[in-house]
């Protein structure tokens, strides 16, 4: 400052101008300072926000265009392609009150106003109920469900709040049809019951669901089945059935039904009542369609060699406190293929007697009874199946089908093995190409199971399968009507009817299994509860209907050769 | 503190015998190469390139959305247009860097008066487009406020180093009126966004040239009263305030642009793999920093910020060995105005300011915007050209902190 005072005039502006020049530079240099602070810090708080951001939204999905192509959820298709399950884009039915974006109402008509129109959209929708939900300004679902069409006339009331979200939703084309073996997709968007929840990781894995899955179900002959199991069960007042018809050669399963049965499009409390699956998951006593099996494991063992030995058939066997009965007169004595036309306990008691209990345990134990059944469904039981040493009784019950249950598929599978030359192979609902068939394990020579294919065919020609014996397709199989149990000892009049078959006997190819729980005497099966009046039926009517499908034509020229059997039976030659 | 008298030029005096520019063309970009900021001229041609894909990866949602049963746009229509734009916006950047200073200066303030003069004109001649009356048409479609932007920071800083020639001018005082007649103009328009960067800019430009502290907080409490006179009387600022306030409703471009923003997680979707973009508006201008974080990811947005960052550091760090006040503040104006733009875009596209309807600079598509900013980059290159071979006083803080109480 000293200098200015003693400056001239002219030099102190001169060096005022300089001190200012200098202060003005180190003013602005200071306050940069602050610019590159404010920039720096605003340009922090995006990168926080951009971390933010990173870690508090979802997971980061990696899409790819293929995986954008694909869709949400694999399709199920049957053997032949014919789509069983399949995603869609739906649209819903959503009220978002605050749609319209200010404080006001929500709608602009009333409230009944809307719902009246929406009614007149949905015929079905409880228009008070809507009313009352419009009203109460609350976000909900108004409908799950709503068509291309009906999406676009709820556009048309003009109501901003009704949003139509599209959202992807699984569709069954087919309705109720093999509704146990597909099973259904709960909201979470896993899959429940059948072949959703097997197949559940490579429907969504993005690797590949891309390709349909194919099951070895044959949508033909799956409807052919439910519709005759159904009407069978309606003619004879059942409280439920099941059907099964299976490939003898490969195990393949073409067609499987459970009666009632449920709408995988609509699940609801009625509907998950009848999602127990009656085929691979309830065991029953499935009485007489055992004594097959029971007379060629003896013919196997070599205990039986001589059909036309008489065995006596008058006398109930008492043994252990315990009486083996038939159910009617059958004369003073029965040869086999007579016993097992008429269906004699006693005779096949006796049969199973002289094999033995241990070795009849061991071939039922190789058929599988001894184990849950052998399929890819979630829910399957497990038999009533003594684990220790069984003694003669447990081996003369046995052998005509009681003190053992199994669920209709291990009965399919045993029958398999008896009918295609002996081998056992595991039931798949997968599709199986050529040569992937599993190769099994033999439990019976083929000498047997071609005797024994002469025998059922005996059954259906002579004995209690003649309902079953469709003309040209020559069925072979065997009937089995066992009572119930119930508290204390067997309810007399609650009984289980099934009737097992194979067909074509000369060289079979498909066993089908019918099972009625609980038919009732009506005029429709001759007020009979058996299963020759009410189980073999639906076989009979079955068989011509998907014969044809599965490549076995009505052929009256062909048959299986009985000529050495006939002579033994009366009424034959 | 008797000191020789330092060598002052006076204006009007002769100046002594200068070397003159070199004619010849070659020496002249030799010299020019030697004097201009290259790191920042990197980082601005990083940016366009990031630019170009940004606005390839934007294009086909836009495109589509602006494709009419006549007239179907290409996928990257908007990609080969923004292409050319760019090859124009980087001549126009370097043939203005290669100005000198003085000549920087001089046209910028001829440009700020007639774009002042053409914002006066808009009202009569202008077009509208998407409700606002911004643009005028002389053959090719320009927006005035975007070239009067780079213009209006030279020519405050012209008025603000004149305190150099003489101390008792009200320099604050006249930029402020300027400012007002601007900010009059925009407010007619309306353009509010437009109206913040320039009373930005000019704040920090004030703040720089030696505002007293006390009148900065003055400022800045009366910046706080025109927003809130703004939110009472103007509608278009209400209605975006209330929507970043409130949330808005459950389909409006904000929410869009935040929906956008998170799909593609911390890697993004992969070029030309966004599926939210498609149905957001303006995703190649406004808001095309959320059609980044879809297809290329938060990673790559920290980046873009980063980027940003890094330009405005390196033209403010630059300053501080500067010696001439009107380099300082023509320069930081300019950043200010660029910087400011950039962030404000990219904290709307944050969710964490109100929706402005601004671009990204260099990054966004746009005609006269790209140029307008590859203009602006241009003058802070002229600016900035210095003679490296002359070594500055180096700004050391402790010693500023210690020489300010004396002086």
């Known amino acids: 400052m000293t200098s200015l005072t003693a400056s001239a005039a002219l030099s102190k502006g001169r060096g005022q101008l300089v001190h200012i020049r200098q202060h003005s530079l180190l003013t602005a240099r200071l306050r940069l300072l602050l610019v590159i602070a404010g920039f720096t810090l605003v340009a922090l708080a995006a990168l926080l926000r951009l971390t933010y951001i990173g870690f508090v939204q979802p997971a980061p999905q990696t899409r790819s265009l293929a995986e954008a192509l694909l869709p949400s959820r694999g399709e199920i298709t049957d053997r032949n392609g014919a789509p069983l399950a399949r995603a869609f884009p739906a649209y819903a039915l959503w009220y978002n009150p605050k749609a319209m974006g200010d404080s006001g109402s929500p709608l602009v008509k009333s409230p009944e106003k809307v719902a009246a129109r929406l009614k007149a959209i949905f015929p079905d929708l409880d228009e008070k109920q809507v009313a009352e939900q419009l009203a109460k300004g609350k976000a909900g679902y108004l409908r799950r469900r709503v068509l291309p069409e009906e999406a676009n006339q709820v556009h048309e009331i003009g109501e901003v709040a009704l949003e139509l979200p599209q959202e992807t939703d699984r569709y069954y084309p087919q309705g109720n049809m093999a509704a146990h073996v597909l099973g259904y997709v709960a909201a979470d968007g896993h899959g429940r019951v059948g072949m959703e929840q097997v197949l559940d990781k ?136 007579e016993a097992l036309i008429h269906s004699s306990n006693i005779v096949t008691a006796q049969i199973a007697d002289e094999l033995g209990p241990k070795r009849l345990k061991k071939t039922m134990a190789d058929l599988g009874m001894n184990e849950r059944p052998y399929i890819e469904l979630p829910a399957r039981g497990f038999p009533i199946w003594q684990k220790s040493d069984w003694g003669r009784l447990r081996g003369m019950t046995v052998s005509y089908g009681h003190g053992i249950a199994v669920t209709p598929l291990h009965l399919a599978s045993a029958y398999a093995a008896m009918v295609n030359g002996g081998i056992w192979r595991p039931a798949t609902l997968h599709k199986l190409g050529p040569g992937e068939a599993p190769r099994g394990r033999r439990v019976f020579k083929a000498s047997t199971s071609a005797r024994m294919n002469q025998l059922l065919r005996m059954i259906a020609v002579f004995g209690t399968g003649r309902n079953a014996d469709a003309p040209g397709f020559r069925v072979g199989g065997k009937t089995g009507s066992a009572e119930k149990p119930g508290n204390g000892g067997y309810r007399h009049h609650t009984l289980v009817s099934t009737f097992a078959a194979a067909f074509p006997m000369d060289k079979p190819r498909y066993v089908v299994i019918a099972m009625l729980d609980e038919p009732k005497g009506t005029q429709a099966s001759s007020y009979q509860r058996t299963a020759a009046w009410n189980a073999a039926p639906i076989v009979g009517r079955l068989v011509p209907r998907i014969g044809p499908m599965l490549g076995v034509k009505p052929d009256s020229s062909r048959d299986i050769d009985l000529s050495d059997l006939r002579p033994l039976v009366h009424g034959g030659e | 503190m008797t000191t020789a008298r330092p060598y002052i030029p006076r204006a009007g005096e002769p100046s002594s015998a200068r070397p003159k520019f070199p004619q010849n063309r070659k020496t002249m970009l030799k010299i020019w190469w030697r004097e201009v900021d290259r790191v920042l001229l990197g980082l601005v041609l990083a940016l366009m390139l990031i630019g170009s894909v940004a606005v390839a990866a934007a294009s086909p949602a836009s495109a589509r959305r602006l494709s009419t049963s006549h007239t179907d746009l290409g996928d990257l229509y908007f990609f080969w247009y923004h292409l050319r734009w760019q090859f124009l916006a980087i001549l126009v950047m370097l043939g203005v860097s290669m100005f000198p200073r003085e000549w920087a200066r001089r046209m910028s303030i001829l440009l700020c008066a007639a774009m002042v003069l053409a914002l006066f004109l808009v009202p009569f001649i202008g077009v509208e487009v998407n409700g606002a009356k911004r643009w005028l048409n002389f053959g090719i479609r320009f927006q005035p406020s975007e070239f009067l932007k780079p213009a209006f920071a030279i020519a405050t800083a012209w008025i603000l180093s004149w305190r150099m020639r003489d101390p008792n001018l009200p320099v604050i005082m006249i930029s402020g009126a300027l400012l007002t007649v601007v900010c009059a103009f925009m407010m007619m328009q309306p353009n509010l966004g437009d109206t913040i960067l320039f009373v930005g800019c000019w704040l920090v430009m004030v703040m720089l040239a030696g505002l007293p502290m006390q009148g900065i907080v003055w400022l800045g409490g009366g910046g706080v009263a025109l927003l809130a006179t703004a939110y009472m009387f103007y509608d278009n600022a209400r209605h975006r305030i209330d929507a970043f306030l409130g949330g808005g409703t459950a389909y409006d471009q904000v929410d869009l642009a935040r929906r956008t923003l998170m799909a593609g997680g911390w890697t993004g979707s992969g070029l030309w793999l966004g599926i939210r973009k498609m149905s957001l508006p303006e995703a190649h201008t406004d808001y095309i920093f959320s059609v980044i974080g879809e297809e290329f990811g938060l990673l790559i947005c920290g980046l873009v910020v980063l980027v940003y960052l890094a330009i405005v550091l390196r033209v403010l760090m630059r300053l501080f060995d500067e010696d001439d006040l009107f380099t300082i503040l023509a320069a930081s104006g300019l950043i200010t105005l660029f910087g400011g733009q950039a962030f404000i875009n990219i904290l709307v596209n944050l969710q964490l300011f109100p929706s402005k309807g601004m671009t990204l600079p260099l990054v966004s598509y746009g005609g006269s915007s790209t140029i307008a900013q590859c203009f602006t980059i241009g003058l802070l290159l002229a600016v900035t050209r210095r003679n490296p071979f002359l070594s500055r006083a180096k700004f050391s803080l402790r010693g500023a902190l210690e020489k300010r109480p004396a002086a």
Do not use: C, W
């Open chain 1, 202 to 337: 490579v429907l969504t894995d993005p690797a590949t669901r891309g390709t349909p899955q194919k099951l070895s179900i044959d949508m033909r002959v799956q409807g052919a089945l439910e519709d005759e199991l159904r009407r069978g069960m309606l003619m004879v007042d059942a409280v439920g059935a099941a059907g099964i018809v299976l490939d003898v050669d490969t195990g393949e399963v073409m067609a499987l039904a459970s009666l009632p049965e449920f709408d995988p499009n609509k699940i609801d409390a009625a509907g998950e009542k009848n999602m127990f699956n009656r085929v691979t998951n309830q065991v029953y006593e499935l009485g007489s369609t055992f004594k097959p099996l029971s007379v060629a494991a003896a013919i196997d063992a070599g205990v039986v060699t001589d059909l036309s030995k008489r065995y006596q058939s008058r006398k109930p066997i008492a043994i252990g406190g315990f009486h083996i009965r038939d159910s009617h007169p059958m004369g003073d004595t029965l040869n086999v293929p």
